[in-house]
């Protein structure tokens, strides 16, 4: 069985560039979550999907970070413009749901903003 | 205040000792969710072991055993006979609020570094 796939693996940009990250998620997987990881530091959820519904976006800094998930399957994340403390690893992560459904997470999207 | 608290930002082992990886959570919710998840240098993060808050006995997983006391609000990881690729990061991770609902939050502690000596 396919896990989680992400692309791309790394991304440098110059800041007020826009940038774009994709997830796969495992197939079955009702549930995504793009998570922001700072070095060192645990992952920060910026938005959960139900499907093709954004659930929870309250952490999404919505002036420059958007997402979509286009028949309740792939889904990007996009900054635009992208500052320099946007640099960290994004990570998608998806589950079946429920109290003991666990997440599986891709390896993530470092993203370097100069 | 902190939903999750990992006390330990870093840990040194010697090989084959056993070493609890402190976590304590918060929350109001009657129903609640668990995890431990290890993350090595590579980045990918790799789950462990899931603990219920109903469930009676401690969660185990071959060498990684849950000491979940649920009065204290504490759900350590136990991992036995440490070996060299346990070294990596460690997150405690909580899930509350009602499945498939908005309020179903997963919220990850900052982590615990553990280093595994030779």
């Known amino acids: 069985e396919a896990g989680v796939v992400q692309s791309p693996r790394y991304k440098i940009i110059e800041k007020k560039q826009p940038v774009a990250f994709w997830c796969n998620p495992i197939?079955?997987?009702?549930?995504l979550y793009w998570y922001l990881q700072n070095l060192g530091q645990g992952p920060e959820l910026l938005i959960r999907?139900?499907?093709?519904?954004?659930?929870?976006d309250s952490q999404l800094p919505k002036d420059r970070f958007s997402a979509e998930r286009l028949k309740g399957v792939d889904s990007t994340l996009k900054i635009q413009p992208a500052e320099l403390g946007d640099s960290a690893v994004y990570l998608c992560a998806s589950s079946l749901g429920g109290y003991t459904g666990e997440l599986f997470f891709g390896e993530g999207s470092r993203l370097t903003v100069l | 205040a902190q939903k999750i608290t990992q006390t330990q930002p870093g840990m040194f082992v010697q090989e084959k000792e056993a070493v609890t990886l402190d976590c304590t959570y918060d929350t109001s919710d009657p129903s609640y969710g668990l995890f431990w998840y290890k993350q090595p240098s590579s980045g990918e993060m790799i789950f462990l072991i899931y603990?219920?808050?109903?469930?009676?006995q401690n969660a185990t997983e071959g060498r990684y055993s849950l000491n979940f006391q649920k009065a204290r609000k504490s759900a350590n990881l136990v991992i036995s006979a440490s070996q060299l690729g346990d070294s990596a990061m460690y997150f405690c991770?909580?899930?509350?609020?009602?499945?498939?609902?908005?309020?179903?939050?997963?919220?990850f502690g900052k982590g615990t570094r553990l280093h595994i000596l030779p």
């Open positions: 999907y139900e499907n093709e519904e954004a659930v929870d």
């Open positions: 603990q219920g808050s109903y469930d009676q």
């Open positions: 197939s079955g997987h009702n549930t």
């Open positions: 991770a909580m899930r509350e609020g009602r499945p498939l609902n908005r309020d179903d939050k997963i919220i």
